[in-house]
């Protein structure tokens, strides 16, 4: 479920939860083995995080959602430690109440249907890409990304020869597309260039604007 927030949402879940858990620690000197699994839920949480949240540097989406999950063991251990808090005699006594049912049921139920939902998305790249295109629209990498795969369709169709020029023309078109919004990010990007102007220069036969992005291309790297 950590991987499904998205921007604010995410950053507003896991910081309330953990001023939550250190305001619980305030004051404490001695700390029990509860509190020191705490405190190693939340370094792992912040740790394996951070390394997939776009901080520093970018990360493709489909690596950065399945490391982003390695951060959920951190934020389970947060969890039960509060819980553990909340309802103290209850877990003392091994019990199952029905107001520690409640909460976990509130959980694990989003959770699980989100999961379910998600798993849709990842029929293939292409599916992947089209469904978090709608979060990152201004993503200069997901649009590459999404072009790429066009590209890579348009490619298939010319090479089989049993589609029809319009069905080529309209995977082409495509991959223009979402090359032309990544390039409208991040006007330097070298492979949006070149791989637009091999579109442009093969499919459309427009051959003054492909020389025209090759050789700006090779300003930006000339090799």
Not at 8 to 34: C, D, M, Q
Not at 36 to 48: H, L, M, P, S, Y
Request: aromatic share 18%; charged share 15%; net charge neutral.
């Amino acid at each position: 479920m950590i991987a499904g927030l998205y921007g604010e949402k995410f950053f507003v879940v896991s910081w309330v939860i953990n001023y939550i858990t250190v305001w619980l620690n305030k004051g404490r000197i001695v700390h029990s083995p509860a509190d020191v699994c705490c405190d190693v839920g939340i370094f792992f949480f912040f740790f394996a995080i951070g390394g997939v949240a776009n901080l520093l540097s970018p990360m493709v989406g489909i690596f950065a959602e399945r490391f982003a999950f390695s951060a959920s063991i951190g934020f389970c251990v947060v969890l039960a430690y509060l819980f553990s808090v909340w309802k103290k005699e209850e877990f003392q006594q091994n019990k199952i109440t029905f107001s520690i049912a409640w909460p976990l049921i509130l959980i694990i139920i989003p959770s699980f249907l989100y999961t379910v939902n998600r798993n849709k998305d990842w029929t293939s790249k292409k599916s992947l890409y089209l469904a978090d295109i709608a979060h990152v629209s201004k993503s200069a990498k997901a649009n590459s990304l999404l072009g790429s795969e066009y590209q890579v369709e348009a490619m298939a169709l010319q090479k089989g020869g049993n589609s029809s020029y319009f069905e080529l023309i309209q995977k082409v078109d495509s991959a223009i597309y979402f090359y032309d919004k990544s390039l409208t990010v991040f006007k330097d990007y070298e492979s949006n260039l070149n791989n637009k102007g091999v579109l442009l220069y093969t499919y459309r036969y427009d051959y003054q604007e492909a020389f025209s992005l090759f050789e700006y291309a090779t300003t930006i790297n000339i090799n």
